[in-house]
C-alpha cells in the first residue's frame, strides 16, 4: 500500500499553499505596511534564491553519482 498517495493535509505543497494564500490575504486587506511588503518580499527572494542553489547543487551532485556508477 506505499503507492497510495497522502491525504492533502500532510503534504508540503499543501502548507505552502495555505502559507503563501494566508500571506496574500494580509497583503491585501492592508495588514501589511509599504515597507514591510518590501521587506518581506525580499526575504522571500533571498529564500528562493538559497532553495534553487540547493537544489542545483543537490542535482549535480546526484547526476554526477550516477554517472559514475
Known sequence: MADEAK???KTTEFWVTVVCQLIG???LAGV??????AALTESIT?????VV???SAFG???SRG???K
Open 46 to 50: 533571498q529564500i528562493v534564491g538559497a
Open 7 to 9: 491525504p492533502g493535509y
Open 25 to 27: 490575504i494580509l497583503a
Open 66 to 68: 550516477s554517472a559514475k
Open 32 to 37: 501589511f505596511t509599504a515597507e514591510q511588503s
Open 60 to 62: 549535480y551532485s546526484l
Open 53 to 55: 542553489m540547493g537544489a
